[in-house]
């Protein structure tokens, strides 16, 4: 996700804004920018590319001069990586400068209003719509003018803004969007994270959620949203900086287990609308979608397991058949791709090589392409006739979590937009699935607050030599998941497999002691997989089994449970993952791996 970085005291601000900006490059970006006041004017310069492209404009900070200013790299969200693009943003008067972290869910509608009051855009950013939402507000208070502005934006942001006629004064706010304010002798600080600001202090105060702050560099202030001054407690970070990159977790990947939540909010909130799904990205009618006769589903990795669940969503509630697709499988095996035909590439990175080239391969037959990306801008992103962004922020670990997460849930919003829009998906069905869907951060929250079951049980199998996954249905495709976490992170071999299947084979390797982990959320399978549990039992298995916290199973069924909310027999698997995820990640820290960087793996495989 995006950084920010703000100063204001008796030092040059440019060369501190840079330094702490690229104390924030570990969030991942693709353009930054700076603004400082030089006591005459608001001056900006803005770069697309690494932090160092910004170095070499301003002569590493020195050709700008002035000591109050913001800084700001962005992860693209709402229009590709360009200098445009990028921030500060600004009024047309030049007035008023700001940054932005978070999405402003109602921008498009923000935006038209203020066109028709004369407003004219250059970027394709929702940042954009603030900077002139505040010229529009502006009443010579800035403080009061921003709590306008708060009430009138839906989403999430944090909020670093200069005004130049308050050239004394630097202003924050934030809502769902980190921002915290540092506290230095005679100079203060705002930041999106604190490894940006370390090197100058550790006295901060963490903002909360529609706090407004007014910074001199004598003194900070806050304000609630009813502009009534706020008392705060200063804190004292104690983090050195590798901790604080990962904002105290002891690894990248556990951050982005824990940001699931958001992860999923963000994807998830944008797109329903008055209790209905809206997905204005697709540019597909109606008819169009009434017209799909297949759709494949291809991608790689965790992005093809995504694929294999979303299968049992898609044909469930829209009733289109769905094959699902490796892509280097895909790419030779000249698939046959008739009219009617709608082509899926499912892609974190959006430059994975397998993914791009079946991308051609289906394009190259007219066949239309939707892409389902995390990296705005990225080459699948462009390529795709269409592109249904996740919002899961930048992920770092190697092994994909959150960006996995947001892509199942991006499938069951297509799912349930097409069943609308065939009529295949009854209109209260419809509706619980929204009900239930809306929830699925909250419930992937409750889980992540059991992580010491699930540590407790991962500590006892860090010596494990082969580990099994089963399940039926969408079961098994989140084993498909769960078996891979362990295995790309632990590096203890793992097998998934369809619970129906082990008798046909695999059964053999199964002896005393060994773990399988049986997934058995799907209702109407519970009493099947339970007898495949038994099979593996009395073969020697230990069983670990994930299940719905209204199954109780006894100690006769299995040896150990980790038991997940309910939730729609489709979204069982967004809930399922999350110990899954937990218990790869404790087995590998248990051996001492390198968690974020596996042996042998690269974050995206941009090679065949
Ligand atoms: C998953 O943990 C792996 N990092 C890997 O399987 C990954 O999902 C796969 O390489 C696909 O990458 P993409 O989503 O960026 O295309």
Redesign the pocket.
Known sequence: MCGIVGYIGNQEAAPILLDGLTKLEYRGYDSAGLAVFDGENINIVKAKGRLQVLRELTGDGKALKGCIGIGHTRWATHGAPSVTNSHPHHNAKETIAVVHNGIIENYMKLKEKLIKKGYTFISETDTEVVAHLLDYYYNGNPVETIAKVMHRVEGSYALGIIFKDHPDKLYAVRKDSPLIVGVGEHENFIASDVPAILKYTRNVYFIENEEIVELSKKDVHFYNSDVEEIEKEMSEVKWDISAAEKSGYEHFMLKEIYEQPKALRDTISPRVKNGEIVIDELTMTEEDIKNIKKIFIV???????AGVNGKYVIEGAARIPVEVDL?SEFRYRNPILEEGTLVII???????A??IAALREAKSRGIKVLGIV??VGST?ARESDNVMYTWAGPEI?????K??ST?LSALYLLAMYFGKVKGTLAKEEYSDMLKELMLLPDKVQTILGDKENIQFFANRYVGAKDVFFIGRGQDYAVSL?GS??LK??SYIHSEAYAAGELKHGTISLIEEGTLVTAVLTNEELYKKTISNIVEVRTRGAFVLAVTNEDNILDKETADYVIYIPKTHKYFTSSLAVVPLQLFGYYVSVGRGCDVDKPRN?????TVE
Do not use: M
């Open positions: 991608a790689c990795g965790s992005a093809y397991h892509a499912i892609s974190q990175s959006g430059e994975t397998d993914s995390n990296v699948i670990a190697v092994a994909t979590t960006a996995y892509q998941e891979l976490k790309e992170i793996l690269a974050k995206s495989v």
